[in-house]
């Protein structure tokens, strides 16, 4: 695919005026939605631009937590809602049947466990469509990266403010160049 290039570019990064791409087919994992503001905002605008410009995508999430429905509206998007009953059954227990004192001491780790039961199912459901149908690139978007599937390479977008990024960035240039090209860097 032929794309031209629209986005205004800092300086020290020029880019050629064409990019030859193919598209990529992605699974994405993070915190996406338009209604959440921030970064979950900023990352489902990441993901609108990959599907127009003919990227695939899945996006693996918490059913009960990231749902953006604005992407839905792209052939080349699919939603993969992951559910854990009795993970979500426990939630309920701890938000509404505990008593508060009982909730707040119980509240923090719980939601931790929960958070590395719903990362193991999504990783075992990359791992399992990664077999049948196998994907690029693995991205995470909102937060480091916290599993891996053998074969798959990672990107890893945890986003931090603009400047910080940019400083990174032009820091990092000589090896962003060398591993991934000016496509990469720009």
């Known amino acids: ?7 205004t570019v800092l300086p020290g990064a020029e880019m050629p005026e064409e990019a ?6 992605l699974a994405v994992y993070g915190f996406i939605g338009r209604e959440g503001g921030g970064f979950s905002a900023a990352n489902s605008v ?9 990227h695939r ?10 749902h953006p429905h604005e992407l839905e509206v792209h ?40 958070n590395a039961a719903y ?3 999504i990783a075992r459901r990359i791992r399992d469509r990664h077999a049948q149908e196998p994907y690029d690139a693995l991205l995470f978007l909102g937060l480091l990266p916290s599993f891996r599937i053998r074969g798959l390479p990672i990107i890893g977008w945890p986003q931090g403010s603009p400047l910080g990024e ?3 960035i032009r820091r990092l240039r000589s090896l962003i160049l060398r591993y991934g090209g ?3 860097y720009g």
Request: aromatic share 10%; net charge positive.
């Open 119 to 121: 990362e193991r199912a």
């Open 166 to 168: 940019w400083e990174a």
């Open 75 to 114: 052939a080349n998007y699919r939603y993969e809602p992951v559910t854990l009953g009795t993970i979500d059954r426990g939630w309920d227990l701890v938000l509404h049947r505990l008593p508060a004192a009982l909730r707040d001491l119980v509240r923090i780790p719980y939601g931790e466990l929960a």
């Open 57 to 66: 995508i899945d996006l693996y999430a918490n059913a009960g937590f990231v």
């Open 1 to 7: 695919m032929l794309h031209q290039t629209t986005a």
């Open 20 to 25: 030859v791409t193919r598209p990529l087919r």
């Open 182 to 184: 000016w496509r990469v």
């Open 46 to 54: 990441v993901l609108d631009r990959l599907l127009r410009l003919g």
